[in-house]
C-alpha cells in the first residue's frame, strides 16, 4: 500500500459531537472523508469548519470531503452511504462508527417506552451493525484489501448510569461486536478497534456540567473535556498501520466519576 495516498474515511454521526471533531481533524489532516448524518445542513457546517482550519482552502470540491445525508438505522440509505463513497473516492481505509442517541433521558427503566427503546437500539446498534457490515464488505473486495473500523462505545460500555439501560445495553453489545469484527477481520487486513468516552464537551454532554444523577440518587455536576483530544485520539488509533490496532482506548475528563467508586 502506497503510504503516501491520500486515505479514505466515513464518519458517521458527522454533523455534531464528537463526529464532527473527529471528521474536522481528518480532513485537516490530509484525508478524504465522506460525512454521513441525518442532517444535511450540519453536515455542510462540518464541511464548512474544516475549509476554515485549512486557512479557507476549498474542501468540498477538492475530493476530501463529501456529505451524504444517511440514517444508519436504514438499509438502502447505508447502502447509498458507501456506494457514494466508492464512487467518489474509490476505497474505503476507515469507518469511524459513531452516530448514536442516548434515548430519553431521567425516565425510569420500568416507564421507557418500547419505541424508545427500539430508537436506540436501530440506531446505536443496528446502524452500528449495517454500517459496519457494508466496510467489511469493501474492504474485503478493494485492492489494496483492509482497512480500519472504529467503534465508538462510550463508559457505559463498562459501567451504567441510572435510568440508561438502552443506551448501555447497545454500548456492551457494541463491545461484542468490536471483539467479533476484530476476529473475522484478520484474514482480510480488516482491523477494528473500539474508543470508549467519558464527558467530551458536546451538546450531549452540557447537562452534566450543572448536574447529572448519580448511582447513590444525588445529583452532582461532573467535569468534561476537550472533546478534540478525542478526535486527536481517533486520528491516532486510524493512522497505526494495519499490522497494528488499539483494540479497547478509555479517553475520559481525568476527575469524571467512573474510577473506583468516584
Not at 447505508?78 to 433521558?105: E, S
Not at 468516552?197 to 451538546?203: E, L
Request: glycine share 12%; net charge negative.
Amino acid at each position: 500500500m502506497n503510504a503516501n495516498r491520500t486515505k479514505i474515511a466515513i464518519v458517521t454521526g458527522a454533523g455534531s459531537g464528537i463526529g464532527r471533531a473527529v471528521a474536522v481533524e481528518l480532513l485537516r489532516t490530509g484525508w478524504s472523508v465522506a460525512l454521513a448524518g441525518r442532517r444535511a445542513e450540519r453536515l455542510e457546517e462540518t464541511a464548512e469548519l474544516a475549509r476554515a482550519a485549512l486557512g479557507g482552502e476549498p474542501s468540498g470540491q477538492d475530493g476530501t470531503s463529501l456529505c451524504v445525508r444517511t440514517d444508519v438505522a436504514r438499509p438502502e440509505e447505508v447502502a447509498a452511504l458507501f456506494a457514494a463513497t466508492r464512487d467518489r473516492f474509490g476505497r474505503l481505509d476507515l469507518l469511524f462508527n459513531n452516530a448514536g442517541t442516548f434515548g430519553p433521558g431521567g425516565v425510569p427503566f420500568e416507564e421507557l417506552p418500547y419505541d424508545a427503546w427500539r430508537h436506540v437500539v436501530g440506531t446505536n446498534l443496528d446502524g452500528a451493525f449495517l454500517c459496519a457490515q457494508a466496510a467489511f464488505r469493501q474492504m474485503k473486495e478493494q485492492d489494496p484489501q483492509g482497512g480500519r473500523i472504529i467503534n465508538n462505545g462510550s463508559i457505559s460500555a463498562h459501567t451504567p448510569r441510572p435510568h440508561s439501560a438502552a443506551y448501555t445495553a447497545t454500548k456492551h453489545a457494541l463491545t461484542g461486536l468490536t471483539k467479533s469484527l476484530s476476529l473475522d477481520g484478520r484474514s482480510y487486513g480488516i482491523a477494528c478497534g473500539q474508543i470508549d468516552i467519558g464527558n467530551a464537551a458536546t451538546d450531549m454532554t452540557e447537562r452534566m456540567q450543572t448536574g447529572a444523577l448519580q448511582a447513590n440518587g444525588e445529583t452532582a455536576p461532573e467535569p468534561v473535556m476537550d472533546v478534540a483530544d478525542v478526535a486527536r485520539t481517533v486520528r491516532h488509533m486510524a493512522e497505526l498501520p494495519l499490522e497494528a490496532n488499539v483494540q479497547f482506548a478509555t479517553v475520559l475528563a481525568t476527575a469524571m466519576p467512573y474510577v473506583g467508586r468516584g
